[in-house]
Each structure stands twice: as structure tokens, then as C-alpha cells.
């Protein structure tokens, strides 16, 4: 999208440059790029040669420079970082205009005189847009991307809007994205990244092979091992009903660890890739062929041509034209009562590219080579799976996985989890989550330690003293009917109390509290409990729930 108005992205590069200077803000900066384009992060970042590269740089990096600087709240500043640094450097009137922009998806509806108007597919609004030229766009088009106001009431897209022409095909699949995954919410920019482009991270990062691809190699390799046909297929069935592939490939990996002197990381990657096809794709293996008929007799003289004979001639036919070799088996299967496109249409409409990924097989395998499936750890670390798939945009590979999920997976064992048992449950979760870790590094090469010691330094690092405080709060006074528990951000701590921020009022209070508190509190953290004004002070009475300042934004 290409526009004649610079202030917005003149002001855009100048607090990213600001950022860059700040030692702290530009380690988040670099946390940030690889949470927003994953596995493309490389290949954004460098610089190609071409000016088709040069411009593909120049768009992403705008991208995510709004992103940063307009939506995701900095653990460094606290805050979307637009405001705190627009007014470091002056610029607080400026900064209004960036953070009254939307970003959407937008369909033109209206193009006639030298006006464009579009419509936002997330809530049917519509706007006037300048600085676009008539004659560039057509009714139908889809943008994707960010609309800034204008003093003229009109908006002016981002010089990183993607322009779809024709793009109705992609609105409709944008709406049904939209109904999947049933957000009260909009969409922020990165999560619009990866719904509309289908973040190339996930795409590489498990090449999906065609399934029988998967399944061939996986047959020449059992047959190598001395596996009959039938007994290859009897496994395929098994491998694409079995909800965890260690139930399938425990007792084969064994027999062959003992019967032969096959690759056995080999088998392992066969079976785990063909699990993750089948289950993916909702696909299972054809079914086991049954015993051929027996040879009919010869045909006797005058009989009439049979089917076979009419497919055989056929293909002869087609190949001494010339035919494609594609062709002539499509019109053989239509002879044969075959419709291909069934199945064609069977694997689009269950291909789902959230499903996509390696951190649900990997776990499977942690848990198998571990002996682990039914204990504590290994329960965590299948909801840990189940927490990806029910996000608004999962993250279903292992190595994408940031440290705001683990975060967050550690957190609801500590707010599900008994008052007096809650350090101990997320000690355990966090010690399931190291070994995994410390599992994935050592067999898949990934580097994992530095996004668990980044949810250290969140959640994890405060759990002790938080739960204690927890239970020094806490009373037995049960809640009276429709009371319902608020949430507090603690000021100060002393020794006449603890001064908290009411957050949904943004009135502040002093609680008497328990001797010893301000060793267990500290300021910025979280409090969630129920008030009770009924004294001379107000005070907070039954249970009482302290949390780092960190998941404020986690508990919605």
C-alpha cells in the first residue's frame, strides 16, 4: 500500500530507535521479533539483494514495529511502550494519532471519485480512507493491516497494508476464522499476521509430506526390518486410532531393538511423522486388503469383454497417444467407480493448519521414553498441549513456545491447587517442565533453557513468598451471597499495613495486615480477595490470592 504521508511512520522509526538505545528494552525487542515471526524471523531480518527483498523487509519490519510499539505491553515499561516513549522524547501530542489506530481487515466497499471507503471484517465499521490512489484498489479488495485517523476525520493506511485484489475468497475464509475461534475480542496485529498469512514459523517447521509419501517410507523400512504387508497395515490402523503414538510405537520399538539391528531413531521419526499426518488430517490408513478372489476361469470362446479387459485396453490406449499418465488413471478410477475428488475434498476440509506441529508428539515421546505417562508430570504436561490447542492462536511447536505460556500454564496450577499446597504443585509442574526442556535440547537440538529462565524471572521466581503471603491473608470468614473477589495492586507495604490500588476503581486503600507481610509483599504485585468495608478500616477477609505483578494481563 503506498501512500504520500509520512508523520506516522516518521514517529514509528524514531521510538524504535529509541528503544534500540535502552540495553533492557532492545533484549525485549529481540524476545518480541521471534515471538512475531517465529521461525521466519532469519529471513525477515536479513536483508535481501533484490528490491522485491529490500521492499518485503521494509513492509515486515513495519509490521512489527506497530505491533511492538502499538500493542504488546512491555514487561520493561509496564505499559504499550507508544506513550512512555513518545513522552520521553517530547512527543506525547504525536504519540495520540498511533494510538487511535485499528488494525483489521478491511474489504473495499466503495470506490468513486477519487474515494475509497472500507469496512472492517471484525465489527462492520466503515472508513473513509486518504491517501490512496482510486485507480490502485477495486470493491472487493482486502487490506490487512493498520489505519491511522487524520485530522479530517478520514484514515490513512499503513504504508505495511497488504493489498489482496479480488479478495472476497479471503474474507469469507477471514470470517469462518473468525466464528472457529469464537474471540470476544479483536485481533491484535501479530495474531492477524499469523490467521491471514499463516505464519511461515508453522509452515517450515513441520514440512507436512503427503501421507502416502509418509506411509511408503515407513512400509520400506518395516519391510527392511522383515515386517510382512499385512502386518505394516495392522500397524498404520493402529498408529491412526491411537490418541498417543507411545501406545503404538513402545512395544514395536522394542521388538525391533531386540529382533533386529535396524535405525532406531529412523523408526522413531517415521512413526512419530505418520501419527502427526493421520492426526492432523483426521486421515487413517485404507483398510487392510482381504485375501484375493480365487482366478476365474479363462473366458471361453465368444464371451463378451470384461471390465478388466476394457480397463486394461484403456491404459494402453491412453499411453500409445501419449495421454498423461494422470489422466488416463483418473478415467480408469471413473471407470472403476472411483471418485478422487472425495477424497480430495476429505483432506481440505479436515486440514486444520493449527493442528499442525511437534509439541503434542514430542510430549507423547517425553513421556513414553520416561515412563511418565501417568503421573503428575506427565498430566501437566498433556493440559500444557490441551492449554495450546484451546488458545485463540496456538502454538503447537515446541521451540515457539514463549515464556507468557508457560506463564500462564504455571499460573492456573497455582490459582487451581489447595492455599497450603501451592507452592509445591508449581515446584513440581516447573520441575516437569525443566526435565522436558532439558529432554528437547539434548534430542532436538532446540534452545529452550532461555524461555524458561525468562518465566523464572515472571512467575516463577516469586512463587514461595507469594503463596506464603497467600495464606498470612487469608481468613475462614466464608463470602456472603453475590460477594465477589477484587483485584488489588499492592503500593507499599509497612508496618501499619499495606497500601493497594483498587484496580477497577483506581482507589486507594490502606489494609491492616499480619507482622512479617512486607518480607513476603512487594510492591507491584497482586492481590486478589474480597473486601470487607463493614469495620473502621476496610480490610480483606476469606481467601485471599497474591500473584506477581506480571499475569495482570493473563487474568482478563
Known amino acids: 500500500m503506498q501512500n504520500d504521508f509520512t508523520p506516522q511512520r516518521t514517529l514509528l522509526r524514531d521510538l524504535l530507535a529509541k528503544v534500540e538505545e535502552d540495553p533492557g528494552l532492545a533484549a525485549e525487542l529481540a524476545r518480541a521479533r521471534r515471538e512475531f515471526f517465529g521461525a521466519d524471523q532469519a529471513e525477515y531480518l536479513a536483508r535481501g539483494t533484490s528490491k522485491a527483498d529490500r521492499d518485503r523487509m521494509d513492509a515486515a519490519a513495519n509490521r512489527f514495529a506497530e505491533w511492538f510499539l502499538l500493542e504488546r505491553e512491555s514487561d520493561v515499561l509496564g505499559e504499550v511502550p507508544v506513550r512512555a516513549l513518545a513522552e520521553r522524547m517530547g512527543r506525547g501530542d504525536e504519540a495520540e494519532d498511533l494510538e487511535a489506530s485499528v488494525a483489521g481487515v478491511f474489504v473495499v466497499d466503495r470506490v468513486a471519485g477519487g474515494e475509497v471507503r472500507v469496512r472492517d471484517l471484525q465489527d462492520e465499521r466503515s472508513y473513509d480512507l486518504e491517501g490512496v490512489r482510486a485507480a490502485t484498489v477495486s470493491v472487493g479488495d482486502v487490506l490487512v493491516g493498520r489505519l491511522f485517523p487524520l485530522a479530517s ?3 490513512l493506511p499503513s504504508q505495511a497494508c497488504v493489498v489482496e485484489p479480488r479478495g472476497r475468497e479471503l474474507a469469507e475464509a477471514f ?13 491484535n496485529q501479530a495474531e492477524l499476521e499469523r490467521v491471514m498469512v499463516q505464519s511461515l514459523a508453522q509452515q517450515r517447521a513441520q514440512p507436512f509430506r503427503a501421507l502416502e509419501r509418509v506411509e511408503a517410507d515407513l512400509d520400506a523400512f518395516l519391510r527392511h526390518a522383515g515386517r510382512s504387508p499385512q502386518d505394516i497395515r495392522r500397524l498404520l490402523e493402529a498408529l491412526a486410532g491411537a490418541e498417543r503414538p507411545a501406545v503404538v510405537m513402545g512395544p514395536l520399538l522394542e521388538e525391533l531393538a531386540f529382533d533386529t539391528n535396524v535405525d532406531l531413531e529412523l523408526a522413531r521419526r517415521l512413526l512419530l511423522e505418520a501419527w502427526n499426518a493421520y492426526h492432523a488430517r483426521g486421515r487413517a490408513p485404507a483398510p487392510a486388503p482381504r485375501p484375493a478372489p480365487p482366478e476365474p476361469d479363462p473366458p471361453t470362446a465368444g ?31 471413473g471407470m472403476l467407480g472411483v471418485d478422487p475428488s472425495e477424497e480430495e475434498d476429505e483432506d481440505a476440509a479436515a486440514l486444520d493448519p493449527f493442528t499442525i506441529g511437534d509439541l503434542e508428539p514430542l510430549v507423547y515421546e517425553y ?20 492449554m495450546q490447542h484451546e488458545a485463540p492462536v496456538p502454538k503447537t511447536n515446541l521451540e515457539y513456545l514463549e515464556a507468557e505460556d508457560l506463564t500462564r500454564f504455571l499460573l492456573q496450577i497455582y490459582l487451581q ?37 525468562e518465566c523464572d524471572r515472571a512467575f516463577y521466581d516469586h512463587v514461595e513468598r507469594l503463596a506464603a503471603a497467600s495464606l498470612a491473608l487469608s481468613s475462614t470468614v466464608r463470602p456472603r451471597a453475590g460477594e465477589r473477589p477484587q483485584l488489588f495492586r499492592v503500593l507499599a507495604v509497612g508496618d501499619t499495613g499495606t497500601e493497594v490500588l483498587l484496580i477497577q ?17 512487594h510492591p507491584g504485585d497482586l492481590l486478589l480477595g474480597l473486601l470487607d468495608r463493614s469495620g473502621k478500616a476496610p480490610r480483606l477477609h476469606g481467601m485471599v490470592v497474591a500473584m506477581p505483578g506480571s499475569v495482570e494481563r493473563m487474568l482478563g
Request: negative net charge; aromatic residues 6%; proline residues 5%.
Open 417 to 453: 491447587s489447595p492455599p497450603e499446597q501451592r507452592h509445591a504443585a508449581v515446584a513440581d509442574a516447573h520441575d516437569t517442565l525443566r526435565r522436558f526442556f532439558a529432554w528437547g535440547e539434548a534430542t532436538q537440538d532446540f534452545r529452550l533453557q532461555p524461555t524458561l529462565e
Open 303 to 333: 464371451a463378451g469383454p470384461t471390465l478388466g479387459s476394457d480397463v486394461a485396453a484403456r491404459i494402453e490406449r491412453g499411453l500409445a497417444r501419449g495421454q498423461d499418465v494422470e489422466d488416463v488413471f483418473a478415467e480408469v478410477e
Open 505 to 521: 476503581s483506581e482507589e486507594n486503600l490502606l489494609l491492616p495486615g499480619p507482622a512479617g507481610l512486607a518480607a513476603r509483599l
Open 175 to 187: 470470517r469462518q476464522d473468525l466464528v472457529r475461534l469464537g474471540l470476544q475480542r479483536r485481533l
Open 367 to 386: 513421556l513414553w521414553e520416561t515412563a511418565t505417562e501417568d503421573t503428575a508430570g506427565g498430566r501437566a504436561l498433556r493440559r500444557l498441549v490441551e
Open 153 to 155: 476525520g478520514a484514515y
